[in-house]
C-alpha cells in the first residue's frame, strides 16, 4: 500500500492537515478515490467521518455553509474546498423517495449505502494507508464494470441509472451483466422531476454525454426524441456561438434536446421563414431552451431575431400615450406593440411616426 499512501499525498496534499487536526475516524471516500485508483486528477474530495461532521468542520477552522439534509458541510482545506459528511445508513421508504437517512457507526454500515462498488471504497487518512474495499471495487475498477451492491439497488433509487451512464460514458466501463439486467427495469417515474433533471443535466455536463444519453436510451430507461442524438449535438454546436451560448443554459437545452417533451420548436423550425416584425411575435416570450432548440433543426432566421430583432427599441414609451390622452390599460401595450411591429417592418422610422402608429392602434376599439 505504499504506492497508494504516495499517490495520496501526490494528489491531495491538504488532508495531512485534516490528518492532523481530526479526533476522530476520518475516510476519503466515493470518486476521490476511484479517480486515485484510476490515475485521474480532481478537484473536490469528499471525507466521510466516524462522528459529527460539523465537530471535525470546527476543527478544521469552520464551515463554509450550513449543513445540507443529508449532514454534510463544506470546508476550506488549505486552499482546497472538501466537503464532510457524517457516516450514515439510508432506507427507502417507497422507491424513488428520498431516503430515510440515520447515523451509521462504521465506514462499513455507510458504504454500503452507494451506488456502485467502485463508488464504495474508502482510506483511512489516520493508521496505515489500506484500501477498505468490501465490494471488489478494485477488480472491477481494473475490468472495467460498473456494479450495483444489490439488487434493490435501483429500485431504491432510480437516478443511479443516469449515473451508471455517467460513469460509463466518462471512463468507457460496462455494466456487469446483473447489474445491466436490473438497470434495464428501472422506472424513473418514481423520482421527482426535480431529482431526474439534476442527474440528467450531471451527464450533459460530462464531455461524453452524448454517449451517456445513448446509452440511457439503448437501455430503455428513457425515451430518446427521434434523432435526439443528432439534435444535442446540432444543439451543441450552436451553443458554442457566443450568442447563443449566453442566452440558452447548455445542459437545460441538451436535455431538452435529447428528450424533449417538444415546445414550440418543431412549429417554429418547420414555418416560413417570418418577417422581423411577426419573427419577434413568434420568439419574444418562448423559452431561449426552445428558440434554440428551433435553430438547431434549421430555422436560421432565429440568428436575426437573437443578433439584433430584439434589441429594436422604440424611442416612445407608455408615458408618451398617457400623455396624448391614452387612458392607463391595455390600450398602451396594444399600441407600443403595434408601433414596433411597424418599426422592425421598417415601415416607419421616426419618433413622430412611432407615435402616430401607436395611438392609432392603441384607440382603435
Ligand atoms: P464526480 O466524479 O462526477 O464528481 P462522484 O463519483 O464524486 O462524481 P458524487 O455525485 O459527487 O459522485 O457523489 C459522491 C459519492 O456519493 C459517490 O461516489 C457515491 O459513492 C455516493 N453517491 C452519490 N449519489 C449516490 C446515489 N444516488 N446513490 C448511492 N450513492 C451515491
Keep these: 500500500m505504499d504506492g497508494l499512501a ?46 459529527d461532521a460539523t465537530d471535525l468542520a470546527a476543527e478544521l477552522g469552520g464551515a463554509n455553509s450550513e449543513h445540507d439534509r443529508f449532514g454534510t458541510v463544506k470546508v476550506d482545506v488549505d486552499g482546497h474546498e472538501v466537503d464532510i459528511v457524517g457516516a450514515r445508513t439510508e432506507t427507502y421508504e417507497r422507491p424513488g423517495a428520498l431516503p430515510t437517512v440515520t447515523p451509521a457507526e462504521s465506514i462499513e454500515e455507510d458504504l454500503a449505502r452507494r451506488d456502485f462498488t467502485i463508488n464504495a471504497m474508502a ?63 428501472t422506472d424513473l417515474s418514481t423520482v421527482s422531476a426535480d431529482r431526474r433533471r439534476t442527474e440528467l443535466e450531471r451527464l450533459a455536463a460530462e464531455a461524453e454525454a452524448f454517449a451517456g444519453f445513448k446509452l440511457l436510451g439503448d437501455w430503455g430507461v428513457i425515451d430518446l426524441r427521434p434523432g435526439g442524438i443528432e439534435l444535442m449535438q446540432a444543439v451543441d454546436s450552436l451553443l458554442r456561438t457566443p450568442h447563443w ?63 439584433s430583432w430584439r434589441r429594436v427599441r422604440l424611442e416612445i414609451d407608455g408615458d408618451d400615450l398617457i400623455a396624448a390622452g391614452v387612458e392607463q390599460g391595455p390600450a398602451i401595450g396594444r399600441g407600443l406593440r403595434a408601433a414596433r411591429h411597424k418599426k422592425l417592418e421598417g415601415e416607419i422610422h421616426s419618433r413622430e411616426e412611432e407615435l402616430a402608429t401607436a395611438l392609432a392602434a392603441a384607440l382603435r376599439d
Design 123 to 185: 482510506i483511512p487518512l489516520q493508521g496505515e494507508p489500506r484500501l477498505i474495499d468490501p465490494y471488489g471495487g478494485r477488480g472491477d475498477l481494473d475490468a472495467g464494470l460498473l456494479r450495483v451492491l444489490h439488487g434493490r439497488s435501483f429500485v431504491d433509487d432510480p437516478t443511479r441509472a443516469i449515473r451508471a451512464a455517467r460513469y460509463a460514458s466518462r471512463f468507457g466501463f460496462r455494466l456487469e451483466p446483473e447489474s445491466e439486467e436490473l438497470l434495464r427495469q
Design 245 to 307: 451560448a449566453e442566452a440558452v443554459p447548455r445542459e437545460r437545452a441538451l436535455v431538452a434536446a435529447a428528450l424533449g417533451p417538444p415546445g414550440a420548436e418543431e412549429v417554429l423550425a418547420s414555418m416560413w421563414v417570418p418577417k422581423p416584425g411577426e419573427g419577434v411575435e413568434l420568439a419574444e416570450r418562448r423559452d431561449p431552451v426552445e428558440l434554440d432548440l428551433a435553430r438547431a433543426m434549421g430555422a436560421d432566421w432565429l440568428d436575426n431575431y437573437l443578433t
Design 6 to 51: 504516495q499517490a495520496l499525498r501526490e494528489a491531495h496534499p491538504e488532508l495531512e492537515t485534516v490528518r492532523a487536526a481530526a479526533r476522530q475516524p476520518v475516510y476519503l471516500v466515493g470518486g476521490a478515490v476511484r479517480d486515485l485508483l484510476l490515475g485521474r486528477d480532481r478537484a473536490d474530495i469528499d471525507l466521510m467521518v466516524e462522528g
